[in-house]
Structure formats: C-alpha cells, structure tokens
Nanobody, 126 residues
Framework: VQLVESGGGLVQAGGSLRLSCVASGGIHNLYVMAWFRQAPGLEREFVAS????????KYAEASKGRFAISRDTAERSVYLQMDSLKPEDTATYYC????????????????????WGQGTQVTVSS
C-alpha cells in the first residue's frame, strides 16, 4: 500500500488544518491507519489511529479534544482534522498503515507500522 499525504501548511496558533492521506493498492479490512509526527530533534510520536473496518479510533493524550481522525473507505482516504493548533504541534506529519488483529490494532509504536507516506509539514506560528 502506498500512502500520500497532503494538507500541511503554515497556520497561526488557534487555527485549524485538515490533513489527508490517500492510499493506493488493496486495503485489507484488517488494515489500521495512523498519523504520526516528528519535530526537529525529537522522536517520532503517535498522534491517532483508526481501524479501516469499523472505524474504531485511538488518540494520543496530546491529541484528545483537539484532533479528530476519520476515514472515507470509498475515497481510500484517512483524514486528521486539527483544531486549536499550538506552536508545539509544529512537525512533519506522517500517514502510516499496517495489518493488525483485533487484539493489537491499537498499538502506538511506529515500529509496528509497515507502510509510510512521505510526510507533510505543519508549522504553527505563535
């Protein structure tokens, strides 16, 4: 599966952005898609994930209440709506995917994800 992100940009603190990730290739019902981010000098961190079948979601604590992940199976796309953005949200945001069972779909470690996009830059100015 190939993943392509879009939607990043420069926004003022308090503003919103909507990231998109389009998947090509076959998407199995066991697929899980996620958003990660990495700021300069920091480790990559989990943002949110969603099960392709069923739409169950999981969020990092820093994302809860401000970010919303969703998917459109017909468009083969996953979205990340980001509201009330803060300067500390500045990072490169990556879309990722993996096959998962019902027991482990919610893992947040990036090392378990097999498919990655090229990333899209989000910059939040103060």
């Amino acid at each position: 599966v190939q993943l392509v992100e879009s939607g990043g940009g420069l926004v003022q603190a308090g503003g919103s952005l909507r990231l998109s990730c389009v998947a090509s290739g076959g998407i199995h019902n066991l697929y899980v898609m996620a958003w990660f981010r990495q700021a300069p000098g920091l480790e990559r961190e989990f943002v949110a994930s969603i099960r392709w079948s069923g739409g169950n979601t999981k969020y990092a604590e820093a994302s809860k209440g401000r970010f919303a992940i969703s998917r459109d199976t017909a468009e083969r796309s996953v979205y990340l709506q980001m509201d009330s953005l803060k300067p500390e949200d500045t990072a490169t945001y990556y879309c990722a995917g993996r096959l998962a069972t019902s027991a482990d779909w919610a893992v947040t470690a990036g090392k378990y994800y097999t498919d990655w996009g090229q990333g899209t830059q989000v910059t939040v100015s103060s």
